[in-house]
């Protein structure tokens, strides 16, 4: 090697030897302090998971929630027909819901606050209140103002609706979460 190929490979060594120090350093701190450079996720209060009731049969849904307080037939007429369907009623923490089965499929579930739910921190936050990840073909359908409809949402809800929201609070006090559009228009 003559003198300048030495020059060029003492000063590429030392390159080297500075980012790999650089690199060293960083990694050390992440260590001593890994929440520091962790990121910092929301936390957000789930009112009730609705993905996992995501057609499931109603015989999984009694072993999930127990008896409903009260069943009732009702008959949902569309353009594609009419539906016999069941809703079964459950009192929550604050809340009410309904699960619509057809033949024994939780196809539809409605949520009635008592007062009202607000939604913390972002916009996006709603989803997650209600154990809701959109993928990413979710579109919003409907904006009144008050009413928020979403469809498709994920592959496990079909369509998602917030009524009566209040732009200014943040609040609403209805959620209809579809899990199967087929039977209803």
Known sequence: CDRRQRQMCIR?????ILLIGA??????????NPEQYQKQEETISVVLNCSKF???STEELFAE?????????????????EFPMKIYTYSFDGFNGEFIAYEDTVVKLHLFSDS??????KSD????????VPGDNAKKIVDTGTTHKFSPVSDKVAE??????????KTFDTVYVTYNLNYFD
């Open 54 to 56: 995501s057609r499931i």
């Open 160 to 169: 998602v609706e917030f009524y009566n929201f209040d732009e200014e609070n």
């Open 116 to 121: 009202s739910w607000t939604v913390e921190g």
């Open 23 to 32: 690199l060293a350093f960083g990694i050390s701190r992440i260590v001593q």
């Open 12 to 16: 590429d060594s030392g390159v080297v």
């Open 65 to 81: 929630l127990g008896e409903p307080e009260k069943t009732e037939d009702w008959n949902n007429q569309t353009t594609k027909g």
């Open 125 to 132: 936050n709603i989803f997650a209140m209600f154990g809701i």
